[in-house]
């Protein structure tokens, strides 16, 4: 059963545009999610965390929203760059411990 | 945050062969540390947890005996896929946990079974 979903599987944005990625999650006692960003045969890269006390958090270019009521959180990238191309998975957890990833967005910014 | 090592980075290798991944946490003593598989298009799935001096924990489903997995020191924890076939194929990624820190994970290892 997947407790994390990221319902679009790539995802198309023209340079300097604002990127959005979305992620779903089930379970309300989460209290921790992240984002990575991931390059094919590469691990993921840590790009942005919340914690269930805020609502958003901004790091540069990224900035990432939570909406605890809906069980929703999105990333926007914004402006986007051709180097932001790549596979993006949020993960959530309960104890901070063990997480659980979405299936990851496909994010290719075009030139 | 924590730098990761996991070597190798690709295996290719006959149906049979138990193949091991290595999995380096450079500059903290990790006591923590979780290997998961991301099969394609789907997500990193948790296969067990890997603590430093006892026992690893498996998810369900995950068979013990064929992922072996062994942490005898705080910077370096093993997966040994034993007698590996066909299905094993995956890419398996390795992670060191650390306290009220985002997980950071190794480049993982690309395994093809002939």
């Known amino acids: 059963d997947q407790q994390v979903k990221q319902n679009s599987p790539s995802l198309s944005v023209q340079e300097g545009r604002i990127s959005i990625l979305n992620c779903d999650y089930t379970n309300s006692m989460f209290d921790y999610f992240l984002w990575y960003k991931k390059y094919p045969a590469e691990g993921p890269t840590f790009l942005i965390s919340?914690?269930?006390?805020?609502d958003k958090n901004e790091d540069g270019r990224f900035t990432v929203f939570l909406n605890k009521s809906a069980k929703h959180l999105s990333l926007h990238i914004v402006p986007s760059q051709p180097g932001d191309s790549a596979v993006y998975f949020c993960?959530?957890?309960?104890?901070?411990?063990?997480?659980?990833f979405g299936t990851g967005t496909s994010l290719t910014v075009i030139p | 945050g924590a730098v990761v090592s996991q070597h190798p980075s690709r295996v290719i290798c006959k149906s049979g062969t138990s193949v091991k991944i290595e999995c380096r946490s450079l500059d903290f003593q990790a006591t923590t540390m979780f290997w998961y598989r991301q099969f394609p298009k789907k997500s990193l799935m948790l296969m067990a947890t890997?603590?430093?001096?006892?026992?690893?924990?498996?998810e369900q489903g995950v068979e013990k005996d064929k992922f072996l997995i062994n942490h005898a020191s705080l910077t370096l924890s093993t997966l040994t896929v034993t007698s590996a076939h066909p299905e094993d194929s995956s890419f398996y990624i390795c992670?060191?946990?650390?306290?009220?820190?985002?997980?950071?994970f190794g480049d993982g290892t690309r395994l093809s079974i002939l």
């Open positions: 993960a959530a957890s309960e104890t901070g411990n063990q997480f659980y």
């Open positions: 992670s060191v946990y650390r306290r009220n820190q985002p997980q950071h």
């Open positions: 919340i914690s269930s006390i805020k």
């Open positions: 890997s603590n430093e001096g006892s026992k690893a924990t498996y």
